[in-house]
């Protein structure tokens, strides 16, 4: 009698790997952050009515943009993270088909802030906030 | 075992990219200390550094923008990271057209190529 259970699983394990690494082929993690994020206690040194234009730079750096008017500038720092997760099952067809359609499942999601922060006409913080102040971006494939 | 390991590397590393993609001219830190405050015009300023990408006014200045963005990318198979950072110059003028104060922010100092998608 030849003793074939250790053969077995050899082959089993390797099969296994290869599912596995053809099943993690179909997966996509892919990532976007456009500058660094700003935290609610990154902005807390800004105080209404005494913080200036060279503190907000001195801690921010230069902002995004700049609008404004004869009597008020905004500065407006941007930053964004977006994940995006893609299953596509099909790979798994791939084994024992020579046409693999498509079996996609993707989600994007993407976080978006602006800080704010409204100088009067001598540079002094009037006023800061953060617009569309979002959730986290999450890896999330369930389209649904 | 080693011929799957091989196999297995291979894969990886023919699935690997690193992309860098660039908009505007660097903005460098020489050209910047050439700009005087209360000295250097506004044509002086557009001679150096070429024209603005953006004219603002705000809180009675002229104010003259320059941007420049880099981006790089990290992809290894089923990893990817792409990172943007932006360069911001703002040169503030007085109501003569002299400059009077100069705002100069460089991120992509910092920009760096990364795959791994999670954390921070």
Known sequence: ?144 | MLTLATLLCLNLLAGCAFVRGNVGDELKNEDVATIKKGVTTRAEVAARLGAPDEIVQAAGREIFHYRRYDSKLGYLVFFSRLNIKSDNLYVLFDRDGVVDDIVFGKRTDQLKFQVWPFGD
């Open chain 1, 1 to 144: 009698m030849t003793d074939h259970s250790s053969g077995w699983g050899t082959v089993t394990v390797t099969v296994g790997f290869l599912v596995i690494m053809l099943a993690l082929s179909g997966c996509e993690f892919r990532r976007i952050a456009i500058n660094d994020p700003i935290r609610t206690d990154d902005v807390a040194f800004i105080v209404p009515g005494h913080t200036t234009r060279s503190e907000v730079v001195a801690k921010l750096g230069a902002p995004d943009e700049v609008i404004g008017s004869e009597e008020q500038a905004v500065f407006r720092y941007r930053f964004r993270v977006a994940k995006i997760f893609r299953v596509d099952f099909s790979w798994i067809l791939f084994i024992w088909s020579p046409v693999t359609p498509d079996l996609v499942l993707a989600h994007g999601d993407l976080g978006t802030d602006v800080l704010q922060v409204v100088f009067n006409s001598n540079w002094v913080v009037q006023e800061h906030a953060f617009a569309n102040q979002s959730p986290a971006a999450r890896f999330n494939p369930w389209p649904f």
